[in-house]
Protein backbone atom coordinates (compact mmCIF):
# COMPACT_ATOMS: atom_id res chain seq x y z
CA UNK A 1 0.00 0.00 0.00
CA UNK A 2 2.83 2.62 1.12
CA UNK A 3 4.63 1.53 -2.69
CA UNK A 4 1.36 2.27 -4.20
CA UNK A 5 1.44 5.70 -2.45
CA UNK A 6 4.86 7.00 -3.02
CA UNK A 7 4.90 5.66 -6.74
CA UNK A 8 1.32 7.70 -7.08
CA UNK A 9 3.39 11.02 -5.66
CA UNK A 10 6.56 10.01 -7.86
CA UNK A 11 4.46 10.16 -10.73
CA UNK A 12 1.78 13.02 -9.82
CA UNK A 13 5.06 14.93 -9.48
CA UNK A 14 6.79 14.04 -12.80
CA UNK A 15 3.03 15.37 -14.10
CA UNK A 16 3.35 18.48 -12.38
CA UNK A 17 6.86 18.90 -13.31
CA UNK A 18 5.57 18.31 -16.73
CA UNK A 19 2.75 20.54 -17.03
CA UNK A 20 5.42 23.45 -15.50
CA UNK A 21 7.95 23.19 -17.95
CA UNK A 22 4.85 23.13 -20.81
CA UNK A 23 3.43 26.42 -19.33
CA UNK A 24 6.87 27.81 -19.40
CA UNK A 25 7.85 27.18 -23.17
CA UNK A 26 3.98 27.93 -23.55
CA UNK A 27 4.13 31.70 -22.08
CA UNK A 28 7.66 32.09 -24.29
CA UNK A 29 5.98 31.21 -27.23
CA UNK A 30 3.24 33.14 -27.28
CA UNK A 31 5.03 36.56 -26.18
CA UNK A 32 7.27 35.70 -28.72
CA UNK A 33 5.36 35.42 -31.54
CA UNK A 34 3.52 38.27 -30.33
CA UNK A 35 6.85 40.74 -30.59
CA UNK A 36 7.41 38.70 -34.68
CA UNK A 37 3.81 39.73 -35.36
CA UNK A 38 4.20 43.43 -34.66
CA UNK A 39 7.66 43.80 -35.51
CA UNK A 40 8.32 42.05 -38.71
CA UNK A 41 4.99 43.55 -39.90
CA UNK A 42 3.36 39.70 -40.27
CA UNK A 43 0.28 40.10 -42.57
CA UNK A 44 -1.87 38.75 -39.77
CA UNK A 45 -2.76 39.37 -36.05
CA UNK A 46 -2.73 37.32 -33.49
CA UNK A 47 -5.60 39.28 -30.49
CA UNK A 48 -5.39 35.71 -28.27
CA UNK A 49 -1.65 36.00 -27.39
CA UNK A 50 -1.58 38.56 -24.71
CA UNK A 51 -4.59 36.65 -23.18
CA UNK A 52 -3.34 33.30 -23.66
CA UNK A 53 0.20 34.43 -21.97
CA UNK A 54 -1.59 35.33 -18.72
CA UNK A 55 -4.15 32.85 -18.54
CA UNK A 56 -0.35 30.75 -18.79
CA UNK A 57 1.05 32.85 -15.53
CA UNK A 58 -2.19 32.26 -13.53
CA UNK A 59 -1.75 28.30 -14.09
CA UNK A 60 2.81 28.67 -13.25
CA UNK A 61 1.41 30.73 -9.77
CA UNK A 62 -0.68 28.52 -8.12
CA UNK A 63 0.18 25.51 -9.90
CA UNK A 64 4.09 25.77 -9.14
CA UNK A 65 2.99 27.09 -5.67
CA UNK A 66 1.21 23.91 -4.83
CA UNK A 67 4.39 22.20 -6.08
CA UNK A 68 7.06 24.04 -3.57
CA UNK A 69 4.35 23.76 -0.79
CA UNK A 70 6.29 23.61 2.40
CA UNK A 71 9.25 25.83 0.11
CA UNK A 72 7.83 29.16 0.56
CA UNK A 73 9.69 32.11 2.13
CA UNK A 74 9.38 32.77 5.94
CA UNK A 75 11.22 34.40 7.94
CA UNK A 76 13.82 32.86 9.82
CA UNK A 77 13.89 35.09 13.51
CA UNK A 78 13.11 32.58 15.99
CA UNK A 79 15.19 29.50 14.62
CA UNK A 80 17.87 28.65 17.32
CA UNK A 81 17.01 31.70 19.65
CA UNK A 82 13.79 29.60 21.76
CA UNK A 83 13.98 25.99 22.44
CA UNK A 84 12.98 23.27 20.08
CA UNK A 85 9.87 22.44 22.28
CA UNK A 86 7.98 26.30 21.58
CA UNK A 87 9.58 25.69 18.45
CA UNK A 88 7.37 23.00 17.90
CA UNK A 89 4.22 24.68 19.44
CA UNK A 90 4.96 27.85 17.11
CA UNK A 91 5.28 25.23 13.50
CA UNK A 92 1.86 24.04 14.94
CA UNK A 93 0.27 27.64 15.51
CA UNK A 94 1.89 28.42 12.28
CA UNK A 95 0.40 26.00 10.08
CA UNK A 96 -3.13 25.79 11.98
CA UNK A 97 -3.10 29.99 10.79
CA UNK A 98 -2.33 28.56 6.74
CA UNK A 99 -5.66 26.11 6.92
CA UNK A 100 -7.33 28.96 8.22
CA UNK A 101 -6.21 30.93 5.52
CA UNK A 102 -6.23 28.65 2.80
CA UNK A 103 -10.01 27.14 3.71
CA UNK A 104 -11.02 30.90 2.86
CA UNK A 105 -9.69 31.09 -0.06
CA UNK A 106 -11.18 27.54 -1.33
CA UNK A 107 -13.79 27.79 -0.32
CA UNK A 108 -14.21 31.29 -2.37
CA UNK A 109 -12.48 29.93 -5.60
CA UNK A 110 -14.50 27.48 -4.89
CA UNK A 111 -17.65 29.78 -5.46
CA UNK A 112 -16.21 31.60 -8.08
CA UNK A 113 -15.46 28.73 -10.30
CA UNK A 114 -19.44 27.56 -9.88
CA UNK A 115 -20.33 31.47 -10.90
CA UNK A 116 -18.16 32.04 -13.91
CA UNK A 117 -18.88 28.96 -15.66
CA UNK A 118 -20.73 30.75 -17.97
CA UNK A 119 -18.43 33.74 -18.56
CA UNK A 120 -15.44 33.49 -21.39
CA UNK A 121 -12.32 35.56 -21.68
CA UNK A 122 -12.66 37.94 -25.52
CA UNK A 123 -10.17 36.67 -27.47
CA UNK A 124 -9.57 32.77 -26.82
CA UNK A 125 -12.87 31.99 -25.39
CA UNK A 126 -11.19 30.42 -22.38
CA UNK A 127 -13.77 29.30 -19.41
CA UNK A 128 -13.41 31.96 -16.90
CA UNK A 129 -13.80 29.39 -14.16
CA UNK A 130 -10.51 27.52 -15.59
CA UNK A 131 -8.75 30.47 -14.10
CA UNK A 132 -10.09 29.62 -10.56
CA UNK A 133 -9.90 26.30 -10.75
CA UNK A 134 -6.36 26.49 -10.09
CA UNK A 135 -6.39 28.60 -7.29
CA UNK A 136 -8.76 25.94 -6.07
CA UNK A 137 -6.47 23.45 -7.26
CA UNK A 138 -3.21 25.41 -5.23
CA UNK A 139 -5.66 25.79 -1.68
CA UNK A 140 -6.53 22.56 -1.69
CA UNK A 141 -3.09 20.86 -1.95
CA UNK A 142 -1.92 23.79 0.50
CA UNK A 143 -4.63 22.80 3.45
CA UNK A 144 -3.89 19.24 3.04
CA UNK A 145 -0.16 19.70 3.51
CA UNK A 146 -0.88 21.66 6.41
CA UNK A 147 -3.19 19.52 7.99
CA UNK A 148 -0.72 17.06 7.68
CA UNK A 149 2.08 19.30 9.16
CA UNK A 150 -0.17 19.61 12.47
CA UNK A 151 -1.27 15.53 12.69
CA UNK A 152 2.55 14.64 12.31
CA UNK A 153 3.70 17.22 14.81
CA UNK A 154 0.78 16.05 17.41
CA UNK A 155 1.71 12.40 16.72
CA UNK A 156 5.39 12.73 17.32
CA UNK A 157 4.66 14.22 20.44
CA UNK A 158 2.64 11.05 21.22
CA UNK A 159 5.39 8.62 20.24
CA UNK A 160 8.02 10.97 22.69
CA UNK A 161 5.66 10.31 25.88
CA UNK B 1 -10.66 54.89 12.18
CA UNK B 2 -9.41 53.52 8.78
CA UNK B 3 -5.81 54.41 9.76
CA UNK B 4 -5.68 52.33 12.92
CA UNK B 5 -7.10 49.52 11.13
CA UNK B 6 -4.29 49.26 8.53
CA UNK B 7 -1.70 49.85 11.18
CA UNK B 8 -3.60 46.84 12.99
CA UNK B 9 -3.34 45.06 9.67
CA UNK B 10 0.14 45.72 9.48
CA UNK B 11 1.18 44.25 13.02
CA UNK B 12 -1.20 41.36 12.82
CA UNK B 13 1.11 40.68 9.73
CA UNK B 14 4.34 41.25 11.54
CA UNK B 15 3.74 39.06 14.28
CA UNK B 16 2.79 36.23 11.75
CA UNK B 17 5.89 36.94 10.06
CA UNK B 18 7.61 36.41 13.67
CA UNK B 19 6.20 33.14 13.73
CA UNK B 20 7.25 31.94 11.07
CA UNK B 21 4.12 32.06 8.74
CA UNK B 22 4.99 31.98 5.12
CA UNK B 23 5.27 35.62 4.11
CA UNK B 24 2.23 34.74 1.13
CA UNK B 25 -0.27 34.06 4.41
CA UNK B 26 1.13 36.64 6.68
CA UNK B 27 -0.21 38.87 4.10
CA UNK B 28 -3.01 37.08 3.35
CA UNK B 29 -4.17 36.55 6.78
CA UNK B 30 -4.02 40.36 7.62
CA UNK B 31 -6.17 41.26 4.59
CA UNK B 32 -8.57 38.95 5.87
CA UNK B 33 -8.20 40.80 9.16
CA UNK B 34 -8.84 43.86 7.65
CA UNK B 35 -11.67 43.00 5.36
CA UNK B 36 -13.45 42.09 8.78
CA UNK B 37 -12.80 45.09 10.77
CA UNK B 38 -13.69 47.57 7.88
CA UNK B 39 -16.34 45.93 7.60
CA UNK B 40 -19.38 47.12 4.83
CA UNK B 41 -16.65 44.97 2.46
CA UNK B 42 -19.75 43.27 0.01
CA UNK B 43 -18.99 39.64 -1.21
CA UNK B 44 -15.90 39.26 1.03
CA UNK B 45 -16.12 35.64 0.53
CA UNK B 46 -15.00 35.82 -3.03
CA UNK B 47 -12.55 38.56 -2.61
CA UNK B 48 -9.58 36.19 -2.02
CA UNK B 49 -9.65 33.88 -4.70
CA UNK B 50 -10.73 36.79 -7.19
CA UNK B 51 -7.74 39.51 -6.45
CA UNK B 52 -5.05 36.66 -6.03
CA UNK B 53 -6.10 35.40 -9.55
CA UNK B 54 -6.15 39.26 -10.92
CA UNK B 55 -3.12 39.88 -9.06
CA UNK B 56 -1.08 37.26 -11.52
CA UNK B 57 -3.62 37.50 -14.52
CA UNK B 58 -1.04 40.35 -15.69
CA UNK B 59 1.13 40.97 -18.93
CA UNK B 60 3.55 43.02 -16.95
CA UNK B 61 3.99 40.45 -14.31
CA UNK B 62 4.88 37.89 -17.00
CA UNK B 63 8.58 39.90 -16.39
CA UNK B 64 9.00 37.45 -13.51
CA UNK B 65 9.01 33.85 -14.59
CA UNK B 66 10.72 35.28 -17.72
CA UNK B 67 13.84 37.23 -16.11
CA UNK B 68 14.08 34.47 -13.16
CA UNK B 69 14.96 32.32 -16.10
CA UNK B 70 17.48 34.56 -17.98
CA UNK B 71 19.10 34.48 -14.32
CA UNK B 72 19.32 31.15 -14.54
CA UNK B 73 20.30 30.62 -17.82
CA UNK B 74 23.32 33.51 -16.96
CA UNK B 75 24.17 31.71 -13.74
CA UNK B 76 24.44 28.29 -15.28
CA UNK B 77 28.54 27.41 -14.94
CA UNK B 78 29.29 27.52 -18.52
CA UNK B 79 28.11 30.68 -18.87
CA UNK B 80 28.84 32.60 -15.80
CA UNK B 81 32.85 31.33 -16.04
CA UNK B 82 32.93 33.01 -19.35
CA UNK B 83 31.20 36.07 -18.16
CA UNK B 84 33.73 36.42 -15.39
CA UNK B 85 37.05 35.74 -17.09
CA UNK B 86 37.19 39.27 -18.74
CA UNK B 87 36.41 41.11 -15.56
CA UNK B 88 39.42 38.84 -14.08
CA UNK B 89 41.74 39.86 -16.94
CA UNK B 90 40.89 43.63 -16.77
CA UNK B 91 41.05 44.22 -13.10
CA UNK B 92 42.88 41.44 -11.87
CA UNK B 93 46.13 43.04 -11.74
CA UNK B 94 44.81 46.00 -9.41
CA UNK B 95 45.72 45.44 -5.90
CA UNK B 96 42.52 44.28 -4.52
CA UNK B 97 41.94 43.29 -7.93
CA UNK B 98 39.71 40.16 -6.73
CA UNK B 99 37.19 42.15 -4.71
CA UNK B 100 36.79 44.67 -7.51
CA UNK B 101 36.07 41.63 -9.21
CA UNK B 102 33.31 40.91 -6.74
CA UNK B 103 31.87 44.44 -7.20
CA UNK B 104 31.93 44.68 -10.97
CA UNK B 105 30.58 40.18 -11.54
CA UNK B 106 27.52 41.44 -9.36
CA UNK B 107 26.72 44.98 -11.32
CA UNK B 108 26.87 42.17 -14.48
CA UNK B 109 25.09 39.83 -13.55
CA UNK B 110 22.41 42.48 -11.43
CA UNK B 111 22.57 43.97 -15.49
CA UNK B 112 21.51 40.01 -16.75
CA UNK B 113 18.86 39.12 -13.85
CA UNK B 114 17.93 41.45 -10.86
CA UNK B 115 17.53 39.14 -8.12
CA UNK B 116 19.96 40.66 -4.94
CA UNK B 117 19.40 36.72 -3.17
CA UNK B 118 20.20 35.14 -6.57
CA UNK B 119 23.39 36.96 -7.06
CA UNK B 120 25.16 36.51 -3.53
CA UNK B 121 24.41 32.86 -3.68
CA UNK B 122 24.96 32.14 -7.28
CA UNK B 123 28.18 34.62 -9.12
CA UNK B 124 29.57 36.62 -5.66
CA UNK B 125 30.17 33.03 -4.24
CA UNK B 126 31.91 31.85 -6.41
CA UNK B 127 34.35 35.04 -6.58
CA UNK B 128 34.42 35.45 -2.97
CA UNK B 129 36.17 32.06 -3.13
CA UNK B 130 38.37 32.75 -5.66
CA UNK B 131 39.42 35.37 -3.39
CA UNK B 132 39.89 33.47 -0.14
CA UNK B 133 41.61 30.88 -2.30
CA UNK B 134 44.40 33.86 -3.70
CA UNK B 135 45.11 34.91 -0.21
CA UNK B 136 42.18 37.32 0.69
CA UNK B 137 40.97 38.19 4.23
CA UNK B 138 37.92 35.70 4.41
CA UNK B 139 35.70 38.40 6.45
CA UNK B 140 36.61 41.40 3.84
CA UNK B 141 35.58 39.24 1.06
CA UNK B 142 32.34 38.50 2.58
CA UNK B 143 31.33 41.50 3.25
CA UNK B 144 32.14 42.85 -0.71
CA UNK B 145 30.02 39.67 -0.95
CA UNK B 146 26.85 40.68 0.59
CA UNK B 147 26.85 44.69 -0.35
CA UNK B 148 28.01 44.12 -3.76
CA UNK B 149 24.65 41.84 -4.41
CA UNK B 150 22.50 45.02 -3.29
CA UNK B 151 23.28 46.31 -6.87
CA UNK B 152 20.17 44.34 -8.31
CA UNK B 153 18.26 45.99 -6.89
CA UNK B 154 19.17 48.73 -9.14
CA UNK B 155 20.56 48.03 -12.24
CA UNK B 156 18.04 47.22 -14.86
CA UNK B 157 16.54 44.80 -15.39
CA UNK B 158 15.45 44.66 -11.37
CA UNK B 159 12.72 42.96 -10.29
CA UNK B 160 11.94 44.78 -7.31
CA UNK B 161 11.62 47.79 -9.62
CA UNK B 162 8.68 45.86 -11.34
CA UNK B 163 6.72 45.22 -8.77
CA UNK B 164 7.23 48.78 -7.36
CA UNK B 165 5.98 49.87 -10.89
CA UNK B 166 3.10 47.33 -10.93
CA UNK B 167 1.78 48.30 -7.83
CA UNK B 168 2.23 51.68 -7.38
CA UNK B 169 1.24 52.14 -11.36
CA UNK B 170 4.44 53.99 -12.09
CA UNK B 171 6.40 53.02 -15.95
CA UNK B 172 8.44 50.38 -15.51
CA UNK B 173 10.46 51.71 -18.61
CA UNK B 174 11.17 55.15 -16.72
CA UNK B 175 12.30 53.59 -13.05
CA UNK B 176 14.66 51.32 -15.02
CA UNK B 177 16.17 53.63 -17.24
CA UNK B 178 15.92 55.83 -13.70
CA UNK B 179 18.09 53.57 -11.93
CA UNK B 180 21.20 53.26 -14.41
CA UNK B 181 22.74 56.41 -12.84
CA UNK B 182 22.21 55.42 -9.03
CA UNK B 183 23.55 51.97 -9.95
CA UNK B 184 26.22 53.68 -11.77
CA UNK B 185 27.20 55.93 -8.66
CA UNK B 186 26.86 52.93 -6.14
CA UNK B 187 29.47 50.69 -8.38
CA UNK B 188 31.57 53.23 -8.92
CA UNK B 189 31.55 54.08 -5.06
CA UNK B 190 32.37 50.86 -3.81
CA UNK B 191 34.86 50.33 -6.11
CA UNK B 192 36.63 53.15 -4.87
CA UNK B 193 36.26 52.34 -1.07
CA UNK B 194 37.99 48.85 -2.18
CA UNK B 195 40.59 50.57 -3.75
CA UNK B 196 41.14 52.74 -0.71
CA UNK B 197 40.65 49.52 1.95
CA UNK B 198 42.87 47.56 -0.25
CA UNK B 199 45.80 50.32 -0.06
CA UNK B 200 45.27 50.45 4.05
CA UNK B 201 44.89 46.69 4.00
CA UNK B 202 47.36 45.79 1.62
CA UNK B 203 45.32 43.21 -0.61
CA UNK B 204 47.43 40.90 -2.71
CA UNK B 205 47.29 41.53 -6.53
CA UNK B 206 47.41 39.23 -9.53
CA UNK B 207 49.79 39.15 -12.82
CA UNK B 208 48.78 41.09 -15.96
CA UNK B 209 48.05 38.41 -18.70
CA UNK B 210 48.31 40.83 -21.25
CA UNK B 211 46.13 42.00 -23.84
CA UNK B 212 45.50 39.10 -26.41
CA UNK B 213 44.23 36.69 -23.54
CA UNK B 214 41.50 39.69 -22.69
CA UNK B 215 40.44 40.18 -26.31
CA UNK B 216 39.92 36.65 -26.22
CA UNK B 217 38.00 36.45 -23.16
CA UNK B 218 36.35 38.66 -24.33
CA UNK B 219 35.12 37.45 -27.29
CA UNK B 220 33.94 34.32 -25.15
CA UNK B 221 31.98 36.52 -23.10
CA UNK B 222 30.44 38.69 -25.80
CA UNK B 223 27.41 36.48 -26.57
CA UNK B 224 25.64 36.32 -23.40
CA UNK B 225 26.54 40.00 -22.93
CA UNK B 226 24.61 40.82 -26.05
CA UNK B 227 21.67 39.98 -24.42
CA UNK B 228 22.44 42.64 -21.93
CA UNK B 229 21.81 45.14 -24.61
CA UNK B 230 19.30 43.37 -26.14
CA UNK B 231 17.00 43.97 -23.00
CA UNK B 232 17.94 47.74 -23.10
CA UNK B 233 17.91 48.94 -26.10
CA UNK B 234 14.41 46.69 -26.38
CA UNK B 235 13.27 48.57 -23.47
CA UNK B 236 15.19 52.07 -23.71
CA UNK B 237 14.56 52.19 -27.45
CA UNK B 238 10.53 51.89 -26.99
CA UNK B 239 10.79 48.98 -29.56
CA UNK B 240 8.88 45.93 -27.12
CA UNK B 241 7.69 46.31 -23.81
CA UNK B 242 10.13 44.87 -20.91
CA UNK B 243 7.97 41.68 -21.06
CA UNK B 244 8.42 40.91 -24.43
CA UNK B 245 12.30 41.97 -24.16
CA UNK B 246 12.53 39.65 -21.66
CA UNK B 247 11.35 36.52 -23.55
CA UNK B 248 13.75 37.95 -26.39
CA UNK B 249 16.73 38.12 -23.86
CA UNK B 250 15.28 34.52 -22.89
CA UNK B 251 15.27 32.63 -26.53
CA UNK B 252 18.40 34.40 -27.26
CA UNK B 253 20.28 32.76 -24.50
CA UNK B 254 19.05 29.32 -25.16
CA UNK B 255 20.01 29.49 -28.45
CA UNK B 256 23.65 31.13 -27.12
CA UNK B 257 23.89 28.52 -24.64
CA UNK B 258 23.50 25.27 -27.03
CA UNK B 259 25.32 26.58 -30.17
CA UNK B 260 28.24 28.61 -28.55
CA UNK B 261 28.60 27.43 -24.68
CA UNK B 262 27.68 23.84 -25.49
CA UNK B 263 24.84 23.31 -23.02
CA UNK B 264 22.91 20.60 -24.45
CA UNK B 265 19.57 20.82 -24.31
CA UNK B 266 18.53 18.10 -21.61
CA UNK B 267 20.45 19.85 -19.03
CA UNK B 268 17.74 23.14 -20.16
CA UNK B 269 15.16 21.18 -18.34
CA UNK B 270 16.59 21.43 -15.33
CA UNK B 271 17.03 25.36 -15.30
CA UNK B 272 13.39 25.57 -16.56
CA UNK B 273 11.92 23.77 -13.24
CA UNK B 274 13.99 25.88 -10.93
CA UNK B 275 12.69 28.93 -12.92
CA UNK B 276 9.27 27.85 -12.01
CA UNK B 277 9.88 27.12 -8.73
CA UNK B 278 11.97 30.20 -7.87
CA UNK B 279 9.24 32.44 -10.08
CA UNK B 280 6.03 30.33 -8.51
CA UNK B 281 7.21 31.41 -5.06
CA UNK B 282 7.53 35.26 -5.84
CA UNK B 283 3.98 35.21 -7.74
CA UNK B 284 2.52 33.46 -5.30
CA UNK B 285 3.15 36.57 -2.97
CA UNK B 286 2.40 39.13 -5.81
CA UNK B 287 -1.21 37.11 -5.84
CA UNK B 288 -1.53 37.71 -2.21
CA UNK B 289 -0.63 41.00 -2.18
CA UNK B 290 -3.07 41.89 -4.59
CA UNK B 291 -5.55 40.91 -2.15
CA UNK B 292 -3.76 43.39 0.02
CA UNK B 293 -3.45 46.38 -2.37
CA UNK B 294 -7.20 46.16 -3.49
CA UNK B 295 -8.46 46.20 -0.06
CA UNK B 296 -6.14 49.33 0.78
CA UNK B 297 -7.74 50.91 -2.88
CA UNK B 298 -11.68 50.28 -1.51
CA UNK B 299 -11.13 51.66 2.38
CA UNK B 300 -9.11 54.64 0.65
CA UNK B 301 -6.83 53.98 3.93
CA UNK B 302 -3.39 54.98 2.27
CA UNK B 303 -5.06 58.64 1.80
CA UNK B 304 -6.35 58.59 4.91
CA UNK B 305 -3.25 58.15 6.46
CA UNK B 306 -1.17 60.50 4.11
CA UNK B 307 -4.33 63.16 4.99
CA UNK B 308 -3.36 62.47 8.36
CA UNK B 309 0.49 63.11 8.27
CA UNK B 310 -0.26 66.14 6.60
CA UNK B 311 -2.06 67.20 9.54
CA UNK B 312 0.86 67.31 11.59
CA UNK B 313 3.52 68.71 9.28
CA UNK B 314 3.32 69.57 5.37
CA UNK B 315 6.83 69.79 5.05
CA UNK B 316 7.71 67.14 1.86
CA UNK B 317 11.18 66.86 2.98
CA UNK B 318 10.43 65.98 6.78
CA UNK B 319 7.39 63.19 5.27
CA UNK B 320 10.01 61.94 3.14
CA UNK B 321 12.86 61.58 5.72
CA UNK B 322 10.31 59.93 8.02
CA UNK B 323 8.87 57.57 5.06
CA UNK B 324 12.71 56.65 4.38
CA UNK B 325 13.52 55.81 8.25
CA UNK B 326 9.75 53.91 8.28
CA UNK B 327 11.29 51.42 5.24
CA UNK B 328 14.59 51.59 6.42
CA UNK B 329 13.23 49.52 9.68
CA UNK B 330 10.44 47.29 7.67
CA UNK B 331 13.43 46.71 5.27
CA UNK B 332 15.79 44.96 7.73
CA UNK B 333 12.64 42.82 9.28
CA UNK B 334 10.75 41.72 5.59
CA UNK B 335 12.28 40.53 2.42
CA UNK B 336 12.45 43.24 -0.30
CA UNK B 337 9.75 41.88 -2.75
CA UNK B 338 7.16 41.20 -0.15
CA UNK B 339 7.81 44.22 1.43
CA UNK B 340 7.54 46.27 -1.90
CA UNK B 341 4.14 44.85 -2.62
CA UNK B 342 3.26 45.97 1.22
CA UNK B 343 3.69 49.10 0.72
CA UNK B 344 4.07 50.25 -2.40
CA UNK B 345 0.32 50.44 -2.54
CA UNK B 346 0.11 52.69 0.83
CA UNK B 347 3.14 54.54 -0.23
CA UNK B 348 1.56 55.22 -4.04
CA UNK B 349 -0.48 58.15 -3.09
CA UNK B 350 2.32 60.37 -2.00
CA UNK B 351 3.74 61.81 -4.72
CA UNK B 352 0.52 62.88 -5.52
CA UNK B 353 0.32 64.97 -1.94
CA UNK B 354 3.92 65.88 -1.98
CA UNK B 355 5.03 67.07 -5.01
CA UNK B 356 7.85 64.41 -5.12
CA UNK B 357 7.97 62.89 -8.26
CA UNK B 358 6.74 59.48 -8.66
CA UNK B 359 9.24 57.84 -10.73
CA UNK B 360 12.51 59.39 -8.32
CA UNK B 361 10.31 58.54 -5.37
CA UNK B 362 9.36 54.53 -6.08
CA UNK B 363 13.75 54.58 -6.79
CA UNK B 364 14.59 56.10 -4.01
CA UNK B 365 11.69 53.53 -1.43
CA UNK B 366 12.43 50.63 -3.60
CA UNK B 367 16.62 51.23 -2.68
CA UNK B 368 16.07 51.96 0.76
CA UNK B 369 14.39 48.70 1.11
CA UNK B 370 17.04 46.77 -0.65
CA UNK B 371 19.42 48.64 2.24
CA UNK B 372 17.62 47.09 4.64
CA UNK B 373 18.91 43.75 3.53
CA UNK B 374 22.07 45.00 4.52
CA UNK B 375 21.47 46.37 8.25
CA UNK B 376 21.71 44.40 11.32
CA UNK B 377 19.26 42.50 13.55
CA UNK B 378 17.50 40.71 10.36
CA UNK B 379 18.95 41.67 6.86
CA UNK B 380 18.60 38.66 5.03
CA UNK B 381 21.64 39.14 2.65
CA UNK B 382 23.70 39.18 5.48
CA UNK B 383 22.16 35.79 6.35
CA UNK B 384 22.55 34.08 3.31
CA UNK B 385 26.21 35.54 2.77
CA UNK B 386 27.00 33.58 6.28
CA UNK B 387 25.32 30.37 5.01
CA UNK B 388 27.13 30.72 1.93
CA UNK B 389 30.56 32.11 3.31
CA UNK B 390 30.64 30.59 7.04
CA UNK B 391 32.06 33.69 8.15
CA UNK B 392 29.98 34.58 11.15
CA UNK B 393 26.93 38.11 10.72
CA UNK B 394 28.75 40.49 13.00
CA UNK B 395 32.13 39.88 11.59
CA UNK B 396 30.47 40.53 7.74
CA UNK B 397 28.58 43.47 9.60
CA UNK B 398 32.30 45.09 10.87
CA UNK B 399 33.65 44.69 7.49
CA UNK B 400 30.57 46.04 5.54
CA UNK B 401 30.35 49.41 7.36
CA UNK B 402 33.01 51.07 5.26
CA UNK B 403 30.70 50.59 1.88
CA UNK B 404 28.07 52.19 3.87
CA UNK B 405 29.16 55.73 3.42
CA UNK B 406 28.70 55.47 -0.41
CA UNK B 407 25.37 54.02 0.43
CA UNK B 408 24.31 56.72 2.33
CA UNK B 409 26.30 59.62 0.45
CA UNK B 410 23.86 57.89 -2.75
CA UNK B 411 20.80 58.15 -1.04
CA UNK B 412 21.13 61.93 0.54
CA UNK B 413 22.31 62.89 -3.31
CA UNK B 414 18.88 60.95 -4.62
CA UNK B 415 16.59 62.85 -2.28
CA UNK B 416 18.38 66.30 -2.41
CA UNK B 417 18.52 66.29 -6.30
CA UNK B 418 15.83 64.35 -8.05
CA UNK B 419 17.30 65.63 -11.12
CA UNK B 420 19.70 62.51 -11.00
CA UNK B 421 17.00 59.85 -11.41
CA UNK B 422 14.59 61.81 -14.16
CA UNK B 423 17.50 62.82 -16.24
CA UNK B 424 17.22 59.47 -18.53
CA UNK B 425 13.82 58.67 -18.51
CA UNK B 426 13.22 62.06 -19.92
CA UNK B 427 16.12 61.73 -22.52
CA UNK B 428 14.72 57.98 -23.23
CA UNK B 429 10.77 58.75 -22.80
CA UNK B 430 10.14 62.32 -23.30
CA UNK B 431 8.68 64.60 -20.03
Redesign the interface.
Known amino acids: MGNIIKNLKFYMNKLIEFSLVSILIGILVTTLLQVAVRYFRLPFHLPWTEEFARFLNVWLTFLGAAYIVGNHISVDILEGRITPKAMKIVGIFSNLISCFFFSFVLWGALVMSIAQTHLFTPAMRINMSSFYVAVAISALVFLVYNLKQVLDSKRRQGVEK | MIVFWLGAAVLVMLI??????????SI??AS?FFIFVSGNIPRW??????H??YG????V??TI??FV?VGQLVCHDKVSKNLFAPIRQAVGWWRGGLMQINMLVSGKFAALSGSAVADAVGPSRAVHFMAVEAGYNKEDSAAATAVSSILSIIIPPSIPLILWGVTAEVSIGRLWAGSIIPGIMILTGFMVTVAVLARMRNYPKEKFLGFRPLLKSLYYAFPALLAVLIVWVGVFGG??TP??A???A??YLIIISTTFYRISLKEQ?PM??S???E???I?????VANVFAWILTFTGAPAALVESILGLTSDPLLIYVTIIFVLLILGT???TI?LILVVAPILSVVPEYTGIDPVSFGIVCSLVIGYGLLTPP?GMLL?VTQRVTGVPYMKIVRKALPYFITLILVLILLVAFPQITLYLPNLFYGK
Open positions: LLFLKVPVAVGSLEIILPLMMVNSFILPLWIVTEAAVVIIIITAKSASLFIVAIMESFF
